[in-house]
């Protein structure tokens, strides 16, 4: 579909088609992918799972219960700019671990990314996952 706008003789003409930031080619690019993966009404289920998925329901809302059945150790890992997994729900998260006894680390990377964060070759966030993974024990 094409849109465009025109606000008068002296302004520019602003259209979906090109290509005026870079952004936008990584995001069509990204979005084609993704329309291959699903279609609209997956994307909408998946997205409703995750909004109405609750570990603690079978609990009575005990966090602290339903993580502690678990035998892992845990990387929790969010952005301080991701609306989709806030880094305050990864906070609980990490809270009710620390309080079942599960050994767990967590690290809150500042990056502007918002959700798509971890999709980026950022420093920091390998830094951690590298310091995670090399010292599990085998």
Known sequence: MFWAVSLGAEAPLFSTQGMEFQIESYLRHQGDKFAGYFDANTY???????????????????????LGRAKADYLVVS??????FAPSRSREIVYALMHSDRRVSYAEIDCPAGHDSFLLDDPQYHAVLRAYIDNIEV
Request: without cysteine; proline residues 3%.
């Open 79 to 84: 952005f301080t700019t991701d609306w989709r």
């Open 44 to 66: 909408l289920l998946t997205t409703k799972a995750l909004d109405y998925y609750d570990p603690a329901f079978d609990y009575d809302g005990d966090l602290v219960a339903a």
